[in-house]
């Protein structure tokens, strides 16, 4: 495993695909997703300048983030619980997986100052377990919009087989995103999709945060 040439393998892909698209590569935040990596390699990562990464678990991040640099971004990226939320939600600087007005009742109350927080859609109804059913996000939003601590900057999806293609899935998630932004009248700026297989379609549909694993560790 070489991270270094990883991400520049990575880094030239991602180029590409924003030059294909016609964007900036400056619109598109690679988040180094490190859950189950040792700080080690985190540190080697943080050596070729990522500054964003990704962890899914309470415990194995809390472990984590004193014993790597202060000026990292900790993007929680995995199903909080709501019981565990407390011991980080003060820690982190990202929440990309709201799915519950329990959990946003919990950060309400917990959280110091606002947190950068992406709402979880869940497009293809059919397949995925995680995130707001597609059709609701509307009103939990709406929801949303009273609470405090609660700073919503982007949706998040993950991809998943079902009827309609990663490329499709994507774009159903960008449409929701315009559609929210006109009828709140408010910006939501990001999208968090795209995986280690997906992302440079992710990119193609508008994608401002890809989380990749797999491929920056092979
Ligand atoms: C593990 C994980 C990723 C990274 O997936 P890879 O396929 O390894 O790139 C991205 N997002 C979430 C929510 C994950 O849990």
């Not at 983030?65 to 000026?71: A, E, G, Q, W, Y």
Request: glycine share 4%; aromatic share 8%.
């Amino acid at each position: 495993m070489d991270i270094k040439s990883n991400l520049t393998e990575v880094e030239e892909k991602i180029v590409n695909a924003c030059k294909k698209a016609g964007r900036d590569r400056n619109e598109v935040k690679l988040i180094a997703v490190s859950k189950t990596k040792p700080v080690e390699i985190l540190q080697e990562a943080y050596d070729e300048n990522i500054r964003y990464f990704g962890e899914n678990k309470v415990q194995e991040l809390s472990n984590k983030i004193p014993k790597l640099p202060s000026d990292i971004k900790w993007h929680f990226i995995g199903h909080l619980q709501r019981n565990k939320a407390k011991q980080v939600i003060n820690k982190i600087d990202y929440l990309h997986s709201l799915d519950s007005l329990d959990l946003a009742k919990i950060i309400e109350k917990e959280r110091i100052k606002p947190l950068k927080t992406f709402v979880e859609v869940s497009i293809n109804l059919e397949e995925s377990k995680n995130g707001v059913p597609y059709y609701e996000t509307k009103e939990f939003v709406r929801e949303l919009l009273k609470y405090q601590k609660i700073e919503l900057v982007g949706l998040m999806m993950m991809a998943v087989k079902g009827s309609l293609n990663t490329g499709e899935q994507f774009h159903k998630l960008k449409e929701l995103r315009d559609e929210l932004e006109k009828e709140f009248d408010i910006k939501i700026p990001y999208l968090s999709m795209g995986m280690s297989d997906d992302y440079e379609s992710a990119i193609k549909e508008g994608a401002t945060h890809i989380r990749l694993g797999r491929i920056l560790y092979k």
